[in-house]
Structure formats: structure tokens, C-alpha cells
């Protein structure tokens, strides 16, 4: 079945530090993917989606492209601060099966 | 504001007393989910909902109820608790339609069973 396997943490950084998060997944056809964010005590909530191979979706600084042929979804940003201490979620979305399927999470801690 | 209002945020019962927590979304969205978070397991899915008295299980149903009397409402019911459902709770709802598909969540309920 689909799956989403992203790198173990905890990753630390020191602040102004450049992040990759990795993420690849296996499924079948073609999923939608997402970076979903974790802050302290909240929920989760979407940072950045792509639908389609060769998308890059961007927010905040954060960016992941679409890669069909090494069927992964990196996580990057060029500069991190303290306030992207968080717990980092790569998901897909399957519209066939109507359900999105989540990574373990990984999380960030930034030193200032 | 568009939103997943889940209640209570935080729970402390005993093993075997019945409970309920509230999911209320105000999108109008078809789908509404229950996932538990673990240390490691990243989020699971609980039970999954794609309309009104439409429900399914996901991939931990045990020991859990829902329903979907009304679009906006998914509440989740564990009829009687145990130690291992000691966990933080989230609610998720999200548009099948318009091609939206990415999830909202709730804050989120930290239940802990003793």
C-alpha cells in the first residue's frame, strides 16, 4: 500500500542554518503531496502541497519539489530561525482511496 | 474563520469509564477524520468519514466509535477507555470536491487513561 517515509529526528540547527528534511513515498498513479507543520501545542497545518510531478510548492522559505522518478519530496529552506522550531509532517493524498497518509514526522529544533 | 474546533483539549479518565471527544468543523467539508499521534508512529488514522452516516474504519479502529449524524460534527467515542488508547487526538476535515484536498485540523485532545 501507499506509503511516506521521512528522515528520523531530531534535526538541530543553529539559526540561519540551511534545512533539508527528507521524504520519499511509494505509491501507485500519481498522489498529491504536502508538507504539513506541527508548532508546539497546536495542531498540524499545511506549510506546502504539489499535485503534480515536477511542482514546487513553496511557503515561508520552506520549499519541496515533486519528483516522480526518485519519488520524493524534500523539504528545504535556505535560512532557518528560531520560530521554525516545529515537528515537520510529509503526507500524500490519494484521491482514490480518499485518504492522506503520513510520515513519522520529524523535528526541528533551531538555536539561536 | 475556517476551522476544526475539537473538545475537551486535554482529559484525564480511568480505565473503563465511557467518553466522548466533540469534533466540530464550519467548512462544509465532506470528509472528517480521527487520527491518534504517538511518539515515533507519526499520526494514524482512527476513523475516517466521507458524508453524513457514512463512516469507515481506518488503520487503528479498535476500541473506538464514531458517527456522523450532521455534516459539521464527527465526535469520537471510546465506550470504554483503556491505558493503551493514552494518546493526543486529532480531528481533520477536508473538501472532496474543488480540488482542495489538503486537511484541517483541529487543535487537538491529549487524552490520558489511567
Known amino acids: 500500500g501507499d506509503s511516506v517515509t521521512q528522515m528520523e529526528g531530531p534535526v538541530t540547527l543553529s539559526e540561519e542554518a540551511f534545512l533539508t528534511i527528507n521524504c520519499t513515498y511509494t505509491?501507485?498513479?500519481?498522489?498529491?503531496l504536502f508538507w504539513y507543520v506541527q508548532y508546539p501545542g497546536e495542531g498540524l497545518q499545511l506549510l506546502l502541497k504539489?499535485?503534480?510531478?515536477?511542482d514546487k510548492g513553496s511557503n515561508k522559505g520552506f520549499e519541496a519539489t515533486y519528483r516522480k522518478e526518485t519519488t520524493s519530496f524534500h523539504l528545504e529552506k535556505g535560512s532557518v530561525q528560531v520560530s521554525d522550531s516545529a515537528v515537520y509532517f510529509c503526507a500524500l493524498y490519494h484521491t482514490g482511496g480518499f485518504k492522506t497518509i503520513f510520515g513519522a514526522g520529524t523535528r526541528l529544533f533551531v538555536k539561536a | 474563520e475556517a476551522q476544526v474546533t475539537q473538545n475537551p483539549r486535554y482529559l484525564i479518565t480511568v480505565t473503563g469509564k465511557k467518553l466522548t471527544v466533540t469534533c466540530s468543523q464550519n467548512m462544509n467539508h465532506e470528509y472528517m477524520s480521527w487520527y491518534r499521534q504517538d511518539p515515533g508512529l507519526g499520526l494514524r488514522q482512527i476513523y475516517y468519514s466521507m458524508n453524513v452516516e457514512v463512516t469507515d474504519k481506518g488503520d487503528v479502529p479498535e476500541g473506538y466509535k464514531v458517527s456522523r449524524k450532521e455534516k459539521r460534527n464527527f465526535p469520537l467515542i471510546l465506550e470504554s477507555p483503556s491505558p493503551n488508547q493514552t494518546s493526543l487526538y486529532f480531528c481533520a476535515s477536508s473538501s472532496l470536491t474543488g480540488g482542495r484536498t489538503e486537511a484541517f485540523f483541529g487543535q487537538g485532545t491529549r487524552l490520558t487513561v489511567v
Open positions: 504539489a499535485t503534480k510531478a515536477d
Open positions: 505509491a501507485t498513479g500519481y498522489p498529491s
